[in-house]
């Protein structure tokens, strides 16, 4: 006999971690090649959950865009995270374009490929079209900021540092059916907003009763 689920209650947003915001600041005058490191209390790549919370590291290899302009040609270089310290600072590493000059604004993006080209905004796919996953998909975390280019002769980084902040909240949710009581698997996850609007579509690789979710600030 077939039946017709008319409603899926009790979507309990577990978690939501909307984490602080990161600090860039310079190591010297690094140059180019341009040398900076990265502080702060929680960082993104490695996504994982532990005891209620969403929590996020750098390593080594993630990749973050830096949008700046050499005589009005706009130019994005990813800077790639060269290593992790035992307190979370990670320094970050690029190679600049020839001609860049000091005092040229830069904007930074995180992860790189969620930059959308050379404009120095976010792919909107990466909140309208999401697989749900944690552990395998680290690009829930973006991250946004903007800083000043300092050169110094033949080296360049970040004069006073720039703070990256977060854009989105991630949250967990666990389904389940319009009694509560029994986790429903799903195999599409659809987020609106009071108008009506989809805000992202969830679709997991296979169905499930968890899904972890990238979501913009909203009342």
Same mark, same amino acid.
């Given at each position: 006999m077939k039946k017709t689920?008319?409603?899926?209650?009790?979507?309990?947003?577990?978690?939501?971690?909307?984490?602080p915001k990161e600090n860039y600041t310079p190591e010297g005058n690094e140059g180019i090649?341009?040398?900076?490191?990265?502080?702060g209390e929680s960082y993104t790549r490695a996504v994982?959950?532990?005891?209620g919370d969403i929590v996020v590291n750098f390593t080594a290899g993630?990749?973050?865009a830096?949008?700046?302009?050499?005589?009005?040609? !706009?130019?994005?270089?990813? =800077?790639?995270?060269?290593?992790?310290? @035992? $307190? #979370?600072?990670?320094?970050?590493?690029?190679?600049l374009q020839s001609?860049?000059?000091?005092g040229t604004a830069v904007t930074l993006i995180y992860p790189a490929i969620a930059a959308d080209g050379k404009s120095g905004n976010i792919k909107a796919s990466m909140v309208t079209?999401?697989?749900? !996953?944690?552990?395998?998909? =680290?690009?829930?975390?973006?991250?946004? @900021? $903007? #800083?000043?280019?300092?050169?110094?002769?033949?080296?360049?980084?970040?004069?006073?540092?720039a703070t990256l902040d977060a854009l989105h909240s991630i949250c967990k949710f666990t389904i389940k059916d319009i009694d509560g009581t029994n986790n429903l698997s799903v195999s599409r996850f659809v987020v609106k907003d009071a108008s009506n609007n989809v805000i992202t579509t969830v679709t997991p690789t296979s169905a499930t009763d968890v899904l972890y979710v990238a979501l913009p600030a909203s009342s």
């Open positions: 689920i008319f409603a899926v209650l009790a979507i309990a947003a577990l978690v939501c971690s909307c984490t090649p341009f040398v900076a490191t990265i502080q994982t959950e532990s005891g993630d990749k973050i830096l949008i700046y302009e050499v005589s009005s040609t !706009a130019y994005s270089t990813d =800077a790639t995270v060269a290593s992790v310290d @035992g $307190t #979370g600072k990670a320094t970050i590493t690029a190679t001609g860049v000059t000091d079209s999401q697989n749900g !996953a944690l552990a395998s998909n =680290a690009n829930l975390d973006i991250r946004k @900021g $903007t #800083g000043t280019i300092r050169v110094v002769g033949a080296e360049a980084s970040l004069a006073g540092g």
